[in-house]
């Protein structure tokens, strides 16, 4: 069976301070795979979405970048973060090239608070 | 373009209360609909599907109908219990996209 995991669970980082946040699925071959922030008490925005090692597609211009160095894991970055970045990050993953349906499978998320 | 709006909460019923959260969309072609759940300080789990007009997800005694004719995925429970206390999302995909849009949440509360 399939497994996302994220980490690390909770972070609390100063502003200015950089960001790397770890995402990786087990039991799929090139899923698609996806980032998602969650501000408090808000809905979920898409961050970034990736269909393969190294691709990467950027929904919202912001202070945070993504990385796809092998076929399941996916990296959030930040080189300085700012308080607006505070909020819970979920990672998640998609069965590529089905047809009829996307559901996306979530990670436990991580909660970053920036102080 | 696609989009999905969800009945405004928050949402408080009492134990044993019938549930429904309504669910319209907009979108072309022929969209999957979802409905997501998020338990306090947890991932969102997929809670149903339905992939094609008149189908029926069904999870946990839960239940949405895929209407197509009022584009509408609206979620319902006969009978709620205090477990059930969640934020619920909806959400669709349509054919060949790669993402999925989603409406706001609505947050639920069970009082006993």
């Known amino acids: 069976s399939q497994t996302i995991h994220q980490w690390p669970a909770t972070l609390v980082q100063p502003v200015g301070s950089p960001l790397s946040l770890e995402c990786t699925v087990e039991?799929?071959?090139?899923?698609?795979l996806y980032w998602y922030r969650q501000a408090a008490g808000r809905g979920l925005q898409l961050l970034f979405y990736s269909v393969g090692i190294g691709q990467i597609s950027s929904e919202v211009p912001q202070n945070l970048s993504a990385s796809r160095p092998q076929d399941r894991q996916f990296i959030l970055s930040s080189k300085k973060l700012l308080l607006s970045d505070s909020g819970f990050y979920l990672c998640?993953?998609?069965?590529?090239?089905?047809?009829?349906?996307?559901?996306?499978?979530f990670g436990p998320g991580t909660r970053l608070t920036v102080t | 373009g696609n989009s999905v709006t969800q009945m405004e909460g928050p949402v408080t019923l009492s134990e044993e209360a019938f549930l429904t959260i309504n669910c319209t969309y907009t979108?072309?072609?022929?969209?999957?609909l979802f409905w997501y759940v998020q338990y306090p300080g947890e991932g969102l789990q997929l809670l149903l599907k339905?992939?094609?007009?008149?189908d029926k997800g069904s999870n946990k005694g839960f239940e949405a109908t895929y209407r197509k004719e009022t584009t509408s995925f609206h979620l319902e429970k006969g009978s709620v219990q205090v477990s059930d206390s969640a934020v619920y999302f909806c959400?669709?995909?349509?054919?060949?996209?790669?993402?999925?849009?989603f409406g706001q949440g609505t947050r639920l509360t069970i009082n006993p």
């Open positions: 959400a669709l995909s349509r054919e060949g996209a790669q993402k999925l849009v």
């Open positions: 998640a993953w998609s069965v590529p090239g089905l047809a009829a349906s996307y559901e996306q499978y």
């Open positions: 339905a992939t094609k007009a008149d």
């Open positions: 039991g799929t071959s090139n899923p698609n």
């Open positions: 979108a072309t072609g022929y969209p999957s």
